[in-house]
């Protein structure tokens, strides 16, 4: 193992350091640097594919993010450069993908993969090349343990975390005698185990577990085994038939239903506003990051806003219908920001310095809310190269969502599963 | 594992490479619609126009296809330099294929391939006739470096089968291939396949652009739906009088059948119910790697299926109709009536993603080298799929579909019919013996309403 010559402390306020060049606007762009070749940093987007309509939004974020970064002169003043490779939202393309990052392509690190079976397929991949891979994808599979030392995910929670972190809202406001409704398969059952748990922690209980098959567009039949003395419905329903099944709820339950409680990851970038989602009303979500401006909006939330391009609604500034996936893509531009403060932390020069990165990642802690975490404060945890931050909770009124809760960053903590420090690079 | 199944996680348009873009709420919408009162609509508009040729005279039919003959235009030197241009910009996409952006959704490679070639082009043919006649990138060159005549002739009993074979393995390609939009991938495909086949023109002459060229065969058959031949035969006449031509391949039928077949599996592929047969969740769609081998065995066995029952219903009219007519000449010429319906299918299906897609074409050419040009003065420039979003405009983009496809298979029953009558030269008898055919065509038209208004998962 190449003996490493940078000390976590030097890292630390090599970081510091980096926060305060991002943030001076007189400082040259990109005349510091030894050397003025781009870092180059590989994009795994799911341009084509099931994950095409967040590819999109992924790949606004990260332009927006790259514009931002090499305006405020760059890492270690070097111009940021985004080679960008679709992984067809494919676990083997994704494996491809990074290969060609590190052998094709040279990048400096990769980056950017949102859904889960890629990061799967691409992590071992990215081991195999010693090649940071920084995914934004929120799933549990990097602090649960199971993928490798390169693969880190400092820009957005993991689905863990937010599910547990819901608990102390819903059973202090809205109910504790709570009922949920799940797809009937991984994703459906994490939500089931994670909240069952987190709400019996809470001293509440869950009356009915109601599994709908993956196959299922009608649902109607389902709602009579929902228990009349149900005080919250808990819904995490996904794919096509989730307006239908809005829809039904609200034809089954009419005007008298019980607090009701989601996740947006059901109507991300679709416009609540629409005809048919009127029952959502007076409803709660989760939300990664409030799509709509609220009142006391940070300079951070409004800058980001505006490098992206999104208006006060979620939507494109260039199309009010163009909803975007505001709950998520945020992840894209922390992360960048991230894998700046890592590089300059570590005084990164080039692929050789790809560990001495990783371990200055490692050694991050707090994550103030800024213009690089215009989502919240956050912790990183280097152990488990998972970052925790606020999750906030919203209510649907007047067809917009309005932020009524924000969780502590303690709410979304749970004890390590990993430590990959320990592992070998 | 959430975001493995987010709700966008269900692609709701294509899975065509190049091509795909998905969105949740459109689909979610279309869910939404009377879907079953439009399907039902729809169908019954075909069987009607079935029930009316019971009670139109003969001429009728007769009339709709009449056409009235003009003269060719003939300038053979302007299809060369318009080809001789098509191939500089072909040598260009094959350039920037193989050393432009690496995005599929920002490189005019796969754009102009997918979304410009094969979904509007092909789709155009159909209206504007055989554009590709000018926009083949190998006659110019011909005709520039070809020999006076050629070097060898190719077997006349080779018919259209190498056309056959590669419109397989284009499907193959387009359905199960895990990267046909790549750009480097898809520009090495299109540089080999046409150097082979300009090496086969040069050595067999243009002879081996009809025979074993899959473009041309492609566009050969959609425009014989157009209005207007300007080539010789030239003339003017009801959509599909061109069905039939003389000197017609004997496999020119079996060709548009494969190509209805291909484009149906385009669409049964991507359902609920195609993925439940082949232990998919539609959720959790595992991407394409996981589906090849299946996604290849159903489309042998879409095509194989389409053909064989349509053989039936050929079969068994002509037992009802009592003709005298060679089963494998009906066939053949009753095969092309299926033509509209391959159009319609075309169209209706890449639709949605032609509207996504041909904006990132129109940003792509105001900055063809990524370099963050902006030639055509067009920045900010944001590509949106908002109108997915909107129940209004998804109502509108469906019924519009759902209308090209009632529309085809009118056209298709009307056609059968016209067919029929210069086959069996009697009204009587072609009524009987396109009556499986009509109910095939009916039924058609319910699964391709279905297929609309089918929830999608891959």
């Known amino acids: 193992m190449p003996k490493l010559m940078t000390s976590r402390r030097s890292l630390l306020k090599g970081a510091a350091a980096g926060g305060l060049l991002t943030a001076s606007p007189l400082v040259a762009r990109f005349a510091s640097a030894q050397s003025s070749a781009p870092i180059k940093i590989g994009f795994q987007q799911h341009a084509t594919g099931i994950g095409a309509a967040y590819g999109r939004w992924y790949g606004r974020t990260t332009d927006a993010a790259v514009k931002a970064i090499n305006e405020a002169g760059g890492i270690n003043g070097r111009p940021v450069e985004i080679i960008a490779e679709d992984d067809g939202t494919d676990p083997k393309r994704g494996a491809e993908v990074v290969e060609k990052f590190a052998n094709q392509h040279g990048t400096d690190v990769a980056f950017g993969t949102l859904f889960s079976h890629v990061v799967y397929g691409s992590a071992p991949a990215a081991g195999e090349q010693k090649m940071p891979y920084f995914v934004v994808s929120e799933g549990h599979h990097v602090a649960s343990g199971k993928l490798n030392r390169y693969t880190l995910q400092p820009g957005i929670t993991d689905v863990k975390s937010q599910v547990q972190a819901m608990a102390p809202y819903v059973s202090e406001n809205l109910g504790k005698k709570v009922t949920m409704i799940f797809p009937d398969f991984a994703f459906g059952h994490d939500h089931r185990d994670f909240f069952t748990a987190a709400i019996e922690a809470q001293g509440g209980e869950v009356l009915e577990h109601i599994a709908i098959p993956p196959t299922e567009t009608s649902f109607t039949k389902y709602f009579p085994k929902i228990p009349r003395d149900t005080e919250v419905l808990y819904h995490v329903m996904v794919g096509p038939a989730v307006l239908t099944f809005v829809k039904e709820l609200g034809e089954f339950f009419g005007p008298s239903s019980p607090e009701i409680f989601g996740f947006i990851d059901s109507l991300e970038a679709v416009d609540l506003s629409s005809p048919g989602l009127e029952f959502l009303e007076g409803t709660y979500f989760w939300e990664g990051n409030p799509r709509y401006a609220q009142a006391d909006q940070t300079s951070f939330d409004k800058n980001f806003r505006a490098a992206v391009g999104v208006d006060e609604n979620g939507a494109s500034v260039s199309d009010p219908a163009d909803v975007s996936t505001y709950a998520h893509m945020f992840g894209c531009w922390e992360t960048l920001h991230v894998i700046k403060a890592g590089m300059e932390a570590a005084d990164y020069q080039g692929p050789q310095d790809r560990q001495k990165l990783i371990e200055a990642v490692e050694a991050m802690s707090d994550m103030a809310e800024s213009d690089a975490h215009p989502q919240g404060p956050k912790v990183f945890n280097g152990k488990t190269h998972q970052v925790f931050g606020k999750q906030y909770i919203s209510r649907v009124e007047g067809g917009k969502l309005l932020r009524v809760h924000a969780t502590s960053i303690e709410d979304t903590l749970y004890p390590d599963e990993v430590d990959y420090t320990t592992m070998t690079f | ?458």
Request: glycine share 8%; with cysteine; net charge positive.
């Open chain 2, 1 to 458: 594992m959430r975001v493995r199944i987010f709700l966008f996680c269900v692609k709701l348009m294509v899975c065509a490479p190049g091509i795909a873009n998905a969105h949740v709420s459109e689909q979610g919408f279309v869910l939404l619609l009377p879907t079953g009162i439009y399907t039902f609509a729809g169908v019954s508009v075909v069987a009607l126009t079935v029930l009316a040729l019971f009670a139109l005279p003969p001429g009728a039919v007769r009339w709709l296809f009449t056409y009235r003959s003009v003269h060719a235009w003939k300038c053979p030197a302007c299809r060369h330099v318009t080809s001789l241009l098509s191939f500089c910009f072909f040598a260009f996409l094959i350039y920037l294929g193989l050393f432009g952006s690496r995005n599929p959704l920002s490189n005019l490679m796969p754009l102009t391939f997918w979304t410009v070639g094969w979904v509007a082009l092909v789709s155009l043919s159909g209206v504007f006739g055989n554009i590709w006649l000018w926009l083949n990138p190998w006659s110019g060159i011909y005709r520039l470096i070809g020999p006076q005549r050629p070097l060898m002739t190719l077997p006349q009993h080779l018919d259209l089968w190498p056309c056959l074979a590669l419109l397989v393995g284009f499907a193959a390609f387009l359905l199960a291939d895990i990267a046909p939009d790549d750009p480097t991938r898809l520009a090495r495909f299109a540089a080999a396949y046409w150097a082979v086949t300009m090496l086969g023109v040069l050595v067999f002459g243009p002879n081996w652009l009809m025979q074993c060229e899959v473009g041309h065969a492609i566009f050969h058959a959609y425009a014989r739906l157009a209005l207007v031949r300007v080539q010789a035969p030239a003339g003017v006449g009801g959509p599909g009088w061109q069905v039939h031509q003389a000197g017609d391949y004997r496999l020119a039928g079996l060709f548009a059948l494969l190509l209805l077949g291909v484009g149906s599996f385009d669409g049964i592929n991507e359902t609920f119910w195609w993925l439940g047969k082949i232990g998919v969740n539609p959720l959790e769609f595992p991407g394409r790697s996981a589906v090849v081998w299946p996604t290849l065995t159903g489309l042998i066995a879409a095509i194989t299926a389409l053909v064989a029952v349509f053989a039936g219903t050929v079969w068994l009219g002509m037992k009802m109709g009592g003709c005298g007519v060679k089963f494998t000449t009906a066939f053949s010429c009753l095969a092309l009536s299926v033509l509209p319906i391959a159009l319609v299918y075309h169209i209706a299906h890449y639709l949605t993603a032609f509207l996504v897609n041909i904006q990132y074409t129109v940003a792509a050419l105001s900055d063809p080298f990524a370099t963050g040009a902006d030639w055509l003065g067009i920045q900010p420039f944001r590509v949106t799929t908002g109108f997915f979003n909107q129940i209004d405009s998804v109502r509108m983009i469906w019924l519009t579909q759902a209308g090209l496809v009632v529309l085809g298979h009118v056209w298709s029953v009307l056609l059968s019919h016209h067919i029929a009558l210069t086959l069996f030269n009697s009204h009587r008898r072609a009524v009987l013996a396109t009556l499986p055919l009509s109910l095939f065509m009916i039924a058609y038209t319910f699964l391709g309403l279905w297929l609309l208004a089918a929830p999608k998962g891959a």
